[in-house]
T-cell receptor, first 115, second 110 residues
Framework: EAEVAQSPRYKITEKSQAVAFWCDPISGHATLYWYRQILGQGPELLVQFQDESVVDDSQLPKDRFSAERLKGVDSTLKIQPAELGDSAMYLC?????????????FGNGTRLTVT | QKEVEQNSGPLSVPEGAIASLNCTYSDRGSQSFFWYRQYSGKSPELIMFIYSNGDKEDGRFTAQLNKASQYVSLLIRDSQPSDSATYLCALPGGNNRLAFGKGNQVVVIP
């Protein structure tokens, strides 16, 4: 079964450093999501792409976070500078389209620890 | 009020018993509801979705939707140790983004 690929699996960085996460969605999936999940909480949407366009980035802290999906396929999420409160699991998900009945498929996530 | 609320703490059930989880939501116009299972350190995986009032059964899982009371439940029958996980309730919010509850942890005791 096709999977959403994410890398790295784990990342430890010092505060004020820059970090980047990569995601390759399931082939043919037009919609891509980046979620952040703090331990003990549910995932919270950071940004949603439809092809190469941002559909929703209302919860993305734009002073330090950026996301791109230049060719409408894979995507990169960047944090600069990282803060201690950014320690979390960063989950990428994709779906065939952005309709409410199109299930999300999650990658294995990147666990970020900021020291 | 958050879009999706899951307020109960960890649920411990003996093996073979029924685990019951509840989720309430604020938007009366919500049409579809999803249950995801998340094992510790892993990503969420979809296990159930329900659109219509009433019950939907899939194997040992039953989702129950009551739109009038704005809650959706998940029942796990004949609970197994492999069911030990966090169960996340989710529903589409603005821009069809999926809004998740904080999850309920289930521990099945052999």
């Amino acid at each position: 079964e096709a999977e959403v690929a994410q890398s790295p699996r784990y990342k430890i960085t010092e505060k004020s450093q820059a970090v980047a996460f990569w995601c390759d969605p399931i082939s043919g999936h037009a919609t891509l999501y980046w979620y952040r999940q703090i331990l003990g909480q549910g995932p919270e949407l950071l940004v949603q792409f439809q092809d190469e366009s941002v559909v929703d980035d209302s919860q993305l802290p734009k002073d330090r976070f950026s996301a791109e999906r230049l060719k409408g396929v894979d995507s990169t999420l960047k944090i600069q500078p990282a803060e201690l409160g950014d320690s979390a699991m960063y989950l990428c998900a994709s779906s065939h389209n952005q309709g409410w009945n199109s299930p999300l498929h999650f990658g294995n996530g990147t666990r970020l620890t900021v020291t | 009020q958050k879009e999706v609320e899951q307020n109960s703490g960890p649920l411990s059930v003996p093996e073979g018993a029924i685990a019951s989880l509840n989720c309430t939501y604020s938007d009366r116009g919500s049409q579809s509801f999803f249950w995801y299972r998340q094992y510790s350190g892993k990503s969420p995986e979809l296990i159930m979705f329900i659109y219509s009032n009433g019950d939907k059964e899939d194997g040992r899982f039953t989702a129950q939707l009551n739109k009038a009371s704005q809650y959706v439940s998940l029942l796990i029958r004949d609970s197994q140790p492999s069911d030990s996980a966090t169960y996340l309730c989710a529903l589409p919010g603005g821009n069809n983004r999926l809004a998740f509850g904080k999850g309920n942890q289930v521990v099945v005791i052999p």
